[in-house]
């Protein structure tokens, strides 16, 4: 892989090993609230946007790989439930998962929205 690409994935990966952190820790404030769902959905169309990056190392917006980045986020969501179910004090749940589902697929969306947008003005298309 050649370094531009490479540079491509570095955000998920670096994502990826922020949030395996985060997951260790007990942060009740947040748990306690209600808006953890929405930091779940926040957080990971963010990571959903990053590993759009990753797929598409080449920049080219294309359907299958979108589907792989998508996969890759939400399977990163159940892999961020297990850490926190051997978290003192965090719980694994469902509802997590289906809003760390839902952020990847926007941020899928967004990345490929963008991503056919900029490949229109480059090639005059309206």
């Not at 395996?20 to 946007?49: E, R, Y």
């Not at 719980?91 to 490929?112: E, K, N, Q």
Request: hydrophobic share 45%; net charge positive.
């Amino acid at each position: 892989m050649n370094p531009k690409r490479a540079l491509r994935v570095l955000p998920f990966a670096g994502g990826v090993s922020f949030l395996a952190w985060t997951s260790t820790l007990l942060i009740p404030s947040v748990l306690d609230s209600g808006w953890d769902k929405f930091g779940h959905f926040a957080v990971f169309g963010i990571l959903g946007w990053t590993a759009q990056l990753a797929v598409h190392a080449d920049g080219r917006a294309h359907h299958g790989r979108t589907v792989l980045g998508v996969l890759l986020t939400a399977g990163y969501g159940v892999v961020d439930e297990w850490i926190q179910s051997g978290t003192a004090g965090r719980f694994p749940s469902v509802g997590d998962g289906l809003a760390d589902l839902a952020g990847g697929i926007l941020g899928a969306w967004l990345w490929r929205f963008r991503s056919v947008g900029d490949r229109g003005r480059r090639e005059g298309v309206r």
